[in-house]
């Protein structure tokens, strides 16, 4: 082909176009909303009059104290990440192969832990690990103040971040591949080992590496159920801001977090893009069906077992505490506004914080989208793949700086947004975007190029290229990456707490505040305002699993 012919110039030069008008909008938006602000706060704190103060660096990393921070942090969050890979991988398989009555309303539940505000999932672990709770009561056994209750604690939230996005690949993979190679004499297990995994490569790394960002940053957990023994970077830099007042430590802090979240993310753009391959995807209706045999209805049995005692108990706890109060007492006090937590009744956290969610989704899929898009064609440059993992940096950045930052930044024309509503969901896309990415990048590379140049031959457009090839293979991915947006809105809590007003709270906002005042009836009501938070979430997610239903064909 003569590459000097006027028609492949110019479809060259439209693929250009086409690939930087993709990036640009992700491009502006982290920088304007992520980048700024965060450079913004560790500037605060390393410019003391003028004079920058990089020597305050070594003089924090070379303190014991924060030197055991830094290793409890790491391995803390390794070891989270593999305990929940070898729980949850179990139940993205069942989810993925087999149809059982209730699994729709199933998969919405265990999608509810993950969107829980940190320090309500601290305290119901609190009641069954600590003194006088569940484990006390029956066996004498307590866990609270150990490792053993932060790392379970991890399971619980991120449990749902394995299932939804292995299984939401598996769900798609064609069993007869791996049907043709046990045909040639493989083993059940040389035959998942050799076809299925390799192909589940990408998700997986994608679920770990989303699972150790959470824990590495893990900030409600530890501080309620570590107590003074345990602190990672994210509790230290909410003690060095809030308590101690010490600015320079705490942007050294985050620098470190930055750093260290950067490099990971480096070393696992690279790993994912040498494993990953074109795989053969189907629909998944055709995938799932009824388990068959003892060892598969075991199986099914054993995760339907983990999803009660590890994810519901914590959740029963919580209503349980919510109808403590004789008449739904708890309840009937969100509706009264006492002027000294809240402006206005807690009840009008609930409305604020759907409004603020569906913003938030809205913009995570637009941005998030976008960058998926870039990030998969073929002749994308440099900058373009090291954006991956750029994408995912909101998710390792202490949410307390990110909060911090945007006080700090955005407070002068022409961003002068402090008194803006449109501040929070732009705060609460910033953690919707990376699951966006992730979640849609896997199933988006997976599309066999050769149909997109087809089109571009036949002289389709960029757009019409997206919507006639890729949208139709991915349009199932970008249903759970709404549904993640969603979820990760309505639970965002670090950042959202330094920006909401308190006329207009979120639902997380308003727990912690009734959290941190003394006495029962304000201790019920943060309970009652988790259980509605949980009976929103589980609502909006098993619509999700209808829509999906109805528009894929899926189950």
């Known amino acids: ?48 009059d003028g004079v920058w103060r990089f020597g305050r660096l070594w003089d924090v990393l070379g303190q014991s104290d924060i030197r055991h921070v830094l290793w409890f942090t790491t391995w803390q969050a390794l070891a989270s990440t593999a305990l929940t890979l070898l729980i949850a991988l179990p139940g993205a398989y069942v989810f993925a192969r087999f149809d059982f009555p209730g699994k729709q309303v199933l998969r919405a539940v265990v999608t509810v832990p993950f969107v829980l505000p940190t320090v309500v999932v601290g305290t119901a672990f609190l009641a069954l690990v600590g003194r006088g709770g569940l484990l006390d009561e029956l066996w004498g056994v307590r866990l609270d103040t150990t490792v053993w209750a932060i790392l379970l604690a991890h399971v619980f939230f991120n449990y749902a971040v394995v299932v939804r996005t292995v299984g939401g690949l598996w769900a798609q993979l064609d069993p007869r591949q791996e049907e043709a190679a046990r045909m040639l004499g493989a083993s059940r297990w040389t035959a998942w080992r050799t076809v299925t995994l390799p192909a589940l490569g990408p998700a997986v790394a994608a679920a770990a590496l989303m699972v150790f960002l959470f824990t590495f940053t893990s900030f409600g957990v530890v501080q309620i159920l570590g107590g003074p023994a345990f602190s990672t970077l994210e509790v230290e830099i909410y003690r060095q801001t809030s308590e101690i007042f010490d600015l320079s430590t705490a942007a050294v802090l985050t620098i470190v977090q930055f750093v260290a979240v950067g490099a990971i993310l480096a070393v696992h753009a690279w790993t994912v893009r040498r494993r990953e391959s074109t795989l053969r995807l189907v629909d998944a209706a055709l995938t799932s069906r009824r388990p068959r045999g003892a060892g598969q209805w075991a199986l099914l049995a054993g995760v339907l077992a983990v999803i009660v005692v590890l994810l519901l108990l914590p959740l029963a706890v919580l209503m ?85 930052g945007f006080l700090i930044s955005l407070d002068e024309p022409p961003l002068d947004l402090r008194s803006s509503w449109i501040l929070v969901p732009l705060a609460q896309a910033l953690v919707g975007v990376p699951f966006v990415v992730r979640t849609m990048l896997p199933v988006l590379r997976a599309v066999d190029d050769r149909l997109r140049e087809a089109a571009a031959v036949l002289g389709a457009s960029p757009w019409r290229v997206w919507r006639e090839i890729d949208l139709p293979m991915v349009r199932r991915a970008l249903l759970i990456a709404a549904g993640f947006a969603f979820a990760v809105s309505l639970g965002e809590f670090g950042a959202t707490v330094f920006i909401a007003r308190p006329d207009n709270p979120t639902l997380p906002v308003a727990v912690a505040r009734l959290l941190g005042r003394a006495g029962d009836l304000n201790y019920g009501q943060a309970m009652a305002l988790s259980t509605v938070l949980m009976v929103v979430c589980a609502v909006a997610l098993l619509v999700l699993e209808r829509l999906r239903t109805d528009r894929t064909g899926e189950f």
């Open 320 to 404: 349980q505490r919510s109808l403590d109060a004789p008449d739904l007492g708890y309840y009937r006090a969100l509706t009264e506004a006492d002027g000294g937590v809240f402006l206005v009744a807690p009840i009008e956290a609930i409305g604020n914080s759907i409004e603020y969610a569906v913003v938030a989704t809205l913009i995570a899929v637009l941005v998030g989208g976008l960058a998926a898009a870039a990030l998969t064609r073929r002749d994308a440059g440099r900058f373009v793949r090291g954006f991956d993992a750029l994408l995912m940096l909101p998710l390792g950045v202490s949410a307390v700086t990110v909060g911090f």
């Open 1 to 48: 082909m003569d590459l000097a012919r006027p028609e492949v110039v110019g479809r060259r030069t439209r693929s250009a176009a086409a690939r930087l008008g993709l990036v640009a909008v992700p491009v502006a938006f982290f920088a304007v909303f992520f980048a700024y602000p965060v450079a913004a706060i560790v500037a605060r704190g390393l410019n003391v």
